[in-house]
């Protein structure tokens, strides 16, 4: 007899394995043994809970005590306290879990999820990702039944029309759009491929959903292959995510053993087989065309559109592709109905969206909140603030394809038209929030950096443009930019954005045309004052000792590691500015606050 | 899979299982004080029936849970009983064989056992003194 009474959920998501959560389950495994309550108590590792800033993160349930930056050494604790005692631990848990009377407070009155609403999450952080019988309790593959049995390709179609579910990978097409005219090709081979090659910095999306959930994917991928008529798909997914492929694939294999996958699903004659094909890593594999030439085999090259994918995608036969989150909200939409999906978001942006919240935010992690939601609630609310008490200045979303919200901004709220009219993107849903700190010609040139490294070189705008938009940045933050390389970089990136050949390309300028679109005064002090105001550009700074501030104490020229500064004992020391590296060093250990940076 | 009765069978089977990590299911809930007062009287015998019992029945409305010493170590096991829009009742000196009658008399059949309440203890140990 199982006599579980107790279960133990352990975050398995990339985050807190990389701050060690293998550990912890060992440590559970043993502990619990040593308490002769292995048998009572099941631990189960979970997909992301969200809040990977305070990982490794474990809840116990019944109680849903939710402890945070768990360590090895705190499990004997937990285990004996709490799983044995039944007292729980609350130095351990979470801060904002706790009432002030010491009552723990249920998950959802959390202010980090408070206001999130969790769709294509919703199973994260919930069910073991590994077992497909959760996932089943869970409602999983009740829509694909409900497909199968009740409802016609065209009926599928309809619904996910009707529900105005728009692509999460950036663009925002409508994904029913696509089906459709995949539908309408002629019968034959099609194929259905998910777009799981996330390459942003900063955006871990799909892969946590991946991770966390990786069936509700594979569902949506069969009922997307019933509603165009296909018998076999492609996942997409970069090398570089080892977690979400192992678990990607794991679920695959259940769902064949169990026949959720295969030939005649639930009996009918409808089959589908679905296989992971690994991506190198290159950014440019996210654009769809690019995508299928690299799962043809071929190197990862974008084409001219059209013909559009849907006509002639994989291996020149129909196929549509659509992002890991998209397919995450279609069982959902199919089992609750279009209504329920179109009362969430706003006009045009339906539902919600997950985002990767990363930068200078206190809760580093993922959020999922329905469209609408403004910038302010996001940063403020969910993410919990600007640490270390500094000034929030802007937000980039989408990545190196998007742009940055200022401040007064912040009240946009976040949806595709909402985000495209003051020129960011909506993008797959990196957020980085920056603070008074960051220099936006410094971010700028950061994401054109990348660009610049993931161009394929295919077309001329894209390869030869980025590069010199970079030089003339690089130009800029050194100290030896001109005021008419402002106006060049305006003119480059304009024409790149309407010549480059695929997405990559038209959106690489979109950094640096939104940042000189909110921060042109800021691109100003740098060539013509030759001075970053956020003091980030190491070329244009210089540390100085104050003379009436210093007492001579000698730790600067201590800690100097090139040793730049110099004087005498109890007078006043000078830093020499040819040897300074302005690593900052002296800065901080300064007890008087003598060194300054101009 | 071939048909949609055993997604079903399978859905019910791992729900029983899971339900607890519902947040704050709006069931009912059992909870045994496991202080050390409470293990040396036999609460973990207690507990493990009580779970036993509602798996048995499928009771997957109930929860059961556990707690810190609840201040009456002389009457452990204490198992209280909270039903939604009730007084919580406190079952004192429980047993494995106790527990089979709470659970089908009272969270089945929602009809407290008056004899096992804490209430009843403190009537029999006032008649005992007097």
Not at chain 1, 153 to 173: D, H, M, Q, T, Y
Not at chain 2, 37 to 64: F, M, P, Y
Request: hydrophobic share 35%; with cysteine; charged share 25%.
């Amino acid at each position: 007899m199982n006599l579980v009474r107790s279960h133990v959920l352990v975050c398995g998501g990339t985050g807190c394995t990389s701050s060690g959560c293998e550990k912890l389950i060992k440590e559970f495994d043993v502990q619990l043994a040593k308490a002769g309550i292995d048998k009572e108590v099941k631990v189960v590792k979970t997909g992301c809970f969200g809040l990977c800033a305070l990982g490794p993160i474990v809840i116990v349930y019944p109680e849903g005590a939710f402890y945070s930056m768990v360590k090895e050494e705190n499990i004997e604790e937990i285990v004996n306290e709490h799983l044995l005692k039944g007292r729980i631990v609350t130095h351990l848990l979470y801060d904002e879990s706790v009432h002030e009377g010491e009552e723990i407070k249920p998950l959802n009155e959390i202010d980090f999820y408070k206001k999130q609403m969790r769709i294509a999450l919703r199973n994260c952080g919930v069910i073991d990702p590994e077992n497909i019988d959760e996932y089943i309790a869970f409602d999983g593959y009740k829509a694909l039944g409900k497909v199968l049995t009740e409802m016609t390709p065209e009926e599928v179609i309809a619904v996910v029309k009707e529900s105005s579910l728009r692509g999460r990978g950036g663009a925002g097409f409508p994904t029913a759009l696509k089906w459709e005219f995949a539908a309408k090709q002629p019968k034959g081979q099609k194929f259905v491929c998910c777009n799981a090659d996330e390459g942003d910095p900063g955006a871990f999306m799909d892969r946590s959903i991946l991770e966390g959930d990786p069936h509700c994917v594979i569902e949506a991928m069969t009922i997307a292959a019933y509603a165009i008529g296909s018998n076999q798909g492609y996942i997409y997914i970069r090398a570089e995510y080892p977690i979400a492929v192992n678990r990607l694939q794991k679920a695959i294999n259940q769902a064949k053993e169990y026949g959720l996958l295969g030939d005649n699903i639930f009996g009918t004659d409808f089959s589908f087989d679905l296989e992971i094909r690994l991506g190198a890593g290159a950014f440019v594999c996210g654009e769809e065309t690019a995508l299928m030439t690299s799962i043809e085999g071929y190197r990862g090259e974008p084409r001219p559109r059209p013909p559009f994918p849907a006509v002639k995608g994989l291996w020149g036969v129909p196929t549509i592709l659509n992002n890991v989150e998209t397919y995450a909200n279609i069982p959902q939409i199919i089992l609750n109905g279009a209504e329920w999906f179109k009362g969430i978001g706003t006009e045009k942006s339906k539902g919600t969206k997950v985002f990767a919240l990363g930068g200078k935010i206190h809760n580093t992690g993922l959020v999922e909140v329905p469209m609408g939601t403004t910038l302010r609630e996001i940063v403020e609310e969910i993410g919990g603030g600007i640490p270390d008490g500094k000034k929030f200045k802007a937000a980039q979303t989408g990545g190196p394809s998007g742009g940055c919200i200022p401040t007064s901004l912040i009240d946009t709220p976040i949806d595709y038209d909402s985000l495209t009219k003051i020129g960011a993107m909506m993008g797959s849903g990196g957020l980085i929030v920056m603070d008074e700190d960051s220099c936006m010609v410094d971010i700028a040139k950061f994401f054109l950096e990348f660009t610049v490294d993931e161009s394929c070189g295919k077309c001329a705008p894209c390869r030869i443009g980025t590069k010199r938009m970079l030089e003339i940045l690089e130009k800029i933050t050194s100290g030896n930019g001109t005021v008419e390389d402002i106006e060049n970089l305006k003119d480059l990136a304009n024409t790149i954005k309407s010549s480059a050949l695929c997405g990559l390309g038209q959106t690489a300028p979109n950094p640096i045309l939104s940042t000189l679109k909110y921060f042109e005064d800021e691109y100003m002090a740098h060539v013509v004052e030759k001075r970053c105001p956020a003091g980030a550009c190491k070329d244009l700074l210089s540390y100085v000792i104050i003379a009436d501030k210093c007492k001579g104490c000698t730790i600067c020229a201590k800690n100097c590691p090139v040793n730049a500064i110099s004087g005498e004992v109890k007078k006043p020391f000078v830093i020499d500015q040819d040897t300074c590296i302005k690593c900052g060093v002296c800065e901080g250990k300064c007890p008087f606050k003598a060194i300054v940076r101009q | 899979m071939k048909s949609l009765q055993e997604l079903e069978a399978i859905r019910n089977k791992t729900l029983n299982e899971i339900h607890m990590r519902n947040d704050r299911t709006e069931g009912i809930r059992i909870v045994v004080g496991m202080a050390t007062c409470g293990i040396a009287a036999g609460a973990r015998q207690v507990l493990n029936a009580l779970v036993d019992e509602v798996k048995k029945r499928n009771l997957s409305q109930v929860t059961v849970a556990q707690t810190g010493c609840i201040g009456m170590c002389r009457l452990e096991p204490i198992v209280e009983v909270y039903m939604p829009g009730e007084e919580k009742v406190t079952y004192v000196k429980m047993s494995p064989e106790k527990v089979a009658r709470v659970i089908s008399e009272h969270i089945v059949n929602k009809k407290a056992i008056k004899e096992f309440t804490v209430g009843s203890a403190e009537q029999q140990d006032k008649e005992e003194r007097e």
